[in-house]
């Protein structure tokens, strides 16, 4: 054990455990934003799916069952809401980076409001970013709690463009994702979604979308795409799992086709 010698939070002397969880000293933990419907939360089973995955890939040891058990009481409780589920490793037992393993993972349930008609743009519009996203196969698709670049991307977006939502590319040019959330496209006369294999998130909403298409027998890819396709796409459309699929009317200042295919996936999508 190596504990403070002294610890303040705003200036005052702190005895709880929360101040040293090491989700808010290194980003050490997993997130899920989850739509509860009817008291239900929508994809449950994808969203079971990814954070175990995370927890087997960080090495993070927690009861699962318990963890999904206080999401569903929360769900039940609340009818219609978005849940936020954070899993950290714990509180750090010895300073440094290194677990110790002996952690003991805390779980933070927040209820917020569930989407509001009208929370989205009658016009959603998208714009390229400069803000590239740094490739890690390791933490690629992982749902982590480290998201700074996501956050300077919408200070940067915030900044430059009224637009709702950010493109993004890896270091290495080619397209990943929005800033908060999936992308997909249709170019050169088929449907295609950026692969996440180097980094971005493996979304559940994304998941879904492909599951969808694959089902109704549309045909839809996942591949390496260099950034500038961005510049020929004929449609677009992003997902995540609080707004499912919407499409994009404007891209870069360019008016994109009402009538793509992905239009009707989106439909689908939201019948679900």
């Known amino acids: 054990m190596n504990q403070p010698l002294e610890l303040l939070v705003d200036g005052a002397a702190c005895g709880d455990g929360w101040p040293q969880d090491r989700a808010l000293m290194y980003g050490d933990g997993l997130f899920e934003t989850m739509l509860v419907r009817g008291g239900h939360i929508r994809f449950e089973e994808r969203h079971m799916a990814r954070l175990a995955e995370g927890c087997q ?5 927690a009861d699962l069952p318990q963890v999904w058990s206080q999401a569903r009481l929360a769900a ?8 936020r589920l954070q899993l950290t490793r714990g509180a750090a037992l010895a300073r440094g980076y290194t677990p110790t393993g002996a952690e003991s993972a805390r779980v933070i349930l927040a209820v917020y ?18 803000m590239t996203l740094g490739e890690n196969p390791v933490l690629a698709g992982l749902k982590h709690c480290n998201r700074l670049e996501q956050v300077l991307a919408r200070l940067a977006l915030r900044e430059s463009s009224d637009a709702f939502e950010g493109l993004m590319a890896s270091s290495s040019g080619v397209l990943v994702s929005g800033t908060m959330s999936n992308v997909f496209l249709e170019l050169d006369g088929e449907l295609v979604t950026p692969s996440v294999d180097l980094c971005g998130v493996a979304g559940v909403m994304r998941e879904v979308v492909l599951h969808t298409a694959a089902q109704g027998g549309r045909a839809l890819r996942i591949a390496a795409l260099p950034f500038d396709v961005l510049g020929r796409c004929r449609a677009l459309a992003l997902s995540n799992a609080r707004m499912g699929l919407v499409p994009v009317h404007e891209l870069d200042g360019r008016a994109l086709a009402p009538d793509s295919p992905l239009h009707a996936l989106a439909a689908q999508v939201a019948a679900l």
């Open 57 to 61: 890939r960080l090495a993070i040891t």
């Open 76 to 83: 039940r409780r609340h009818g219609e809401a978005t849940l």
């Open 113 to 130: 409001a569930a989407p509001a008609a009208g929370e989205l743009p009658a016009r959603v519009k998208a714009v390229s970013l400069s």
